[in-house]
T-cell receptor, first 113, second 115 residues
Framework: DVKVTQSSRYLVKRTGEKVFLECVQD?????MFWYRQDPGLGLRLIYF???????EKGDIPEGYSVSREKKERFSLILESASTNQTSMYLC????????????FGQGTRLTVV | GENVEQHPSTLSVQEGDSAVIKCTYS??????FPWYKQELGKGPQLIID?????GEKKDQRIAVTLNKTAKHFSLHITETQPEDSAVYFC??????????????FGRGTQLTVWP
């Protein structure tokens, strides 16, 4: 089975801190994605990557950056955390660019205080 | 980009009844339409998907229908059970340019099945 693992289930950080959310997939997938999930807003795409060192902005990239140095790992970085970034963050991966199933991690609940 | 609308946002049904969730999309280039189920405390998981060259697909108690002309697709769950209670998301994927592989999600439907 494909496994997408996020490094933390819960995180509490202070305003202004630099925050790293890590995601690892074990099935050699090309694509990786970071979403945030907020009640009533569904899943909103922050950034995605089609290949190592490649990244594309999603719908809400402001305040975030990403890093993909290895194919299996995709990191989301909050350069200076703010309270409005308190949310559930979901990482996903998919095999190829032509409409294939996305596999999600279990999510990281981030609280910025 | 693509815009996916999902209705209703909440749905309550009695155990054994059917549940229907509807989605519309805006871009006629979309060609892949998955449905995800998210249980409490977990990430979304694919339950069924359909491609634009197919009008209907069934897997046991769940089915998805696609109307390309009207740009809408629906999830049908028959003989609902309490374990079907979850948030359901529809999504669409566009086969074009740099957006290849990206999913556009609806806002989700909270389904509650009462015993």
């Amino acid at each position: 089975d494909v496994k997408v693992t996020q490094s933390s289930r819960y995180l509490v950080k202070r305003t202004g801190e630099k925050v790293f959310l890590e995601c690892v997939q074990d099935m050699d997938h090309e694509n990786m994605f970071w979403y945030r999930q907020d009640p009533g807003l569904g899943l909103r795409l922050i950034y995605f990557s089609y290949d190592v060192k490649m990244k594309e902005k999603g719908d809400i990239p402001e305040g975030y950056s990403v890093s993909r140095e290895k194919k299996e790992r995709f990191s989301l970085i909050l350069e200076s955390a703010s309270t409005n970034q308190t949310s559930m963050y979901l990482c996903a991966s998919s095999l190829s660019r032509v409409g294939t199933e996305a596999f999600f991690g279990q999510g990281t609940r981030l609280t910025v205080v | 980009g693509e815009n996916v609308e999902q209705h209703p946002s909440t749905l309550s049904v009695q155990e054994g009844d059917s549940a229907v969730i509807k989605c519309t999309y805006s871009d006629s280039a979309s060609n892949y339409f998955p449905w995800y189920k998210q249980e409490l405390g977990k990430g979304p998981q694919l339950i069924i998907d359909i491609r634009s060259n197919v009008g209907e697909k069934k897997d046991q108690r769940i089915a998805v229908t696609l109307n390309k002309t009207a740009k809408h697709f629906s999830l049908h769950i028959t003989e609902t059970q309490p374990e079907d209670s979850a948030v359901y998301f529809c999504a669409a994927s566009i086969f074009r340019g740099s957006t290849l592989g990206r999913l556009y999600f609806g806002r989700g439907t909270q389904l509650t099945v009462w015993p």
